[in-house]
């Protein structure tokens, strides 16, 4: 490229060399000018020394000044330097021959001065400006590059934490479960999930960050990250929420947040336990058709401020509910004219469906939303999560048993007497009831005798249920948080002089059932046991 | 729980009708104490009429043991149905106190 500082270099090219002194002695003050007597010549300095613009002969030997030119605009490292033709001929069609060659100018010998460095003037002027636009438009093009690349890091990154396996769970017959997530060209970070928490509980949440782009991205890795490891020892929607709403709105520069459904399924008695912070109510459609709202919020948006308690609802789902849950990248779909997709296109179309499963659901869904939008750009991600509760619910009557003890030892005798006629009920072999017996009375005397720091009365709620040959208790208190199973378990090779009594109640539990699970839930702890009487 | 005590020879057999666990133990314990501080010096724990023991069963065994073991006593245990079976086995009460099948076989150990 000319610089201000350099010279421009000029080629002339000339069979007479008193033709190229006359050019010299025009233009050599202002430019570098470099001869060459014929056209191998020309070409050879054109490709090694890149001149600025090349003034060429048309009627040389050999090669004249056409082949040349066609040349020089054939190769890549020469086809941008301006070619101005002079010769001695005039007719037009030559004029045109040269033109139809790429040559930028044609000038007629006998040479008129002015004339000659006006046209080169000019032409490297030319030159100059489509060489700073080549540069700015290769400039444009890396950065197009790299923020195409961004958004492509940020879906990537999106996409990567759905699940997207259908069927998602094909060992699983109590319910049916789609996921769709269609991310807008700017990213939303729009994000949802399911997984199960215990064997009977699944966790569904759909969640929208604030903001668009790779951070919104990352922000939803963050919370959907946290929102599953919070509830690996926390099966309560609120308080996961709480938690994972805490922990979010501490370190928050950003000032992102996230509105967010979670609910938690009882895949046996169709139970979902949800909370909705901030986000669109979904909406459940019954066996009959109807259609109704989890019209309950219970608390703000995730992560906009740390202390808020978040509350939770219960709904029960009978066989064949579906429920539909999704994001504003629904309702806020714009067509054309910048209408809204809108709450009442969601239930009138849920309402309108042939009953199909949860994939045709949130098929027509997305076509729905897609054909409302026409030609109008989608401009924020789409999610849609359906389930379908495929079972009749557990009435389990005789199957379970409900006790509420205040914390009193005498009251452990009656959990035990009602446990030794439910497990009668239930065909539960005399050993193993047994051994239930001496874990109600090692886990509830723990509780009666350590957990509370008052002298008031406080209810232990116990929960028993058995299913399919699993033994599965609930030992739930309001004392103060302790997991007993963190306790060392002790050394039962010591001899009689050097054993002492402590922790073996709990390693009696332990061994005694087949899975032992603490949790402390909205201020009480719960104790899980599960026993399996099939293996 | 119910406690009958009968002598065989020198060894009085100690027969718990019923469970021994965070409830029943400590009225247990003030029973079997009161036969040592009485002069006994064998003594058999026969289970078979128990239905489950807990750790608060086991802490007695062990203070019992400890005892007995203190004055040159005789401590011994038969007819463990299988939740105590289990119970000893997982706690190691096995290898510290002397376990018998029945009664009978007790009484002729020596």
């Known amino acids: 490229m000319a610089t201000d500082e350099r010279k421009s270099t000029l080629l002339a090219v000339d069979d007479t060399p008193e033709n190229l002194d006359v050019v010299k002695g025009i233009l050599g003050d202002d430019y570098q000018v470099k001869v060459a007597i014929n056209g191998h010549i020309a070409l050879k300095i054109a490709q090694s020394q890149a001149p600025d613009l090349i003034l060429l002969d048309i009627m040389m030997p050999e090669i004249d000044g056409y082949e040349v030119c066609r040349q020089l605009k054939a190769d890549p490292q020469t086809r941008d330097i301006p070619v101005i033709f002079l010769t001695a001929k005039g007719e037009t069609s030559d004029e045109a021959e040269g033109f139809d060659l790429g040559a930028a100018d044609y000038i007629l010998k006998p040479i008129n001065p002015p004339l000659l460095q006006a046209r080169v003037k000019t032409q490297l002027a030319l030159k100059h400006n489509m060489d700073e636009l080549q540069a700015a438009y290769a400039v444009i093009n890396r950065q197009k590059e790299r923020m195409q690349q961004e958004l492509n890091v940020g879906r990537d990154i999106q996409l990567s934490m759905v699940p997207d396996t259908f069927p998602a769970f094909p060992d699983r017959d109590e319910f049916d479960i789609h996921g769709l997530l269609k991310p807008a060209r700017e990213i939303g970070g729009d994000f949802y999930d399911y997984f199960f928490v215990e064997r009977n509980k699944l966790c569904i949440c759909v969640g929208d960050v604030s903001g668009k782009g790779v951070p919104a991205a990352l922000f939803m890795a963050v919370a959907k990250t946290m929102i599953k490891s919070t509830s690996a020892d926390d099966h309560s929607p609120a308080s996961i929420i709480t938690r994972v709403n805490d922990e979010i709105s501490q370190d928050n520069p950003s000032c992102m947040f996230i509105t967010l459904f979670l609910g938690i399924l009882d895949t046996e008695t169709g139970e979902l336990q949800y909370t909705n912070g901030g986000h669109p109510y979904p909406y459940l459609k019954h066996a009959d058709g109807s259609v109704s709202t989890l019209e309950h919020l219970h608390g703000p948006v995730v992560g906009a401020m740390d202390g808020m308690a978040y509350g939770e609802d219960t709904v029960k789902l009978a066989k064949g509910d579906q429920l539909l849950i999704f994001t504003d990248g629904i309702t806020e779909a714009m067509d054309l004219s910048d209408q809204l997709y809108g709450e009442q296109r969601v239930i009138d179309l849920f309402e309108s469906e042939a009953k199909g499963s949860p994939e045709s659901l949130v098929a027509s869904s997305l076509a729905s939303v897609e054909s409302f939008a026409g030609e109008a750009e989608q401009a924020d991600d789409i999610t849609i999560l359906a389930i379908e509760y495929l079972v009749e619910p557990k009435t389990a009557e005789g199957e379970l048993l409900n006790v509420t003890i205040s914390n009193q030892l005498a009251e452990i005798d009656r959990v035990n007497d009602l446990f030794n006629d439910f497990a009668e009920r239930c065909d539960i072999p005399m050993p193993v009831s047994l051994k239930v017996n001496m874990v109600f009375d090692e886990l509830l005397a723990n509780v009666i005798s350590y957990a509370y720091s008052d002298e008031e009365a406080h209810n232990i709620d116990i929960s028993i249920s058995f299913d399919n040959g699993q033994l599965a208790i609930n030992i739930t208190d309001d004392g103060v948080p302790f997991n007993p199973f963190t306790r060392e378990d002790p050394d039962t090779s010591l001899s009689l002089e050097d054993r002492d009594i402590g922790g073996l109640g709990i390693h009696l539990v332990k061994n005694a059932m087949d899975e032992t699970l603490y949790q402390r839930r909205n201020n009480k702890n719960t104790v899980t046991l599960i026993k399996n009487l099939n293996t | ?110």
């Open chain 2, 1 to 110: 729980m119910e406690i009958t005590v009968r002598d065989e020879g020198d060894t009085k057999v100690v027969m718990l009708n019923g469970k021994l666990d965070t409830n029943t133990t400590p009225a247990a314990e003030g029973e079997i104490n009161a036969l040592l501080d009485a002069g006994a010096s064998k003594l058999l724990i026969n289970f078979e009429q128990l239905s489950y023991i807990s750790s608060s069963g086991l802490r007695l065994l062990l203070a019992l043991a400890k005892r007995m073991k203190g004055f040159g006593g005789d401590l011994k245990v038969c007819a463990l149905n299988e939740m105590a079976t289990e119970v000893f086995e997982v706690s190691g009460f096995g290898s510290i106190l002397n376990v018998f099948a029945s009664e009978a076989d007790a009484l002729a150990a020596s």
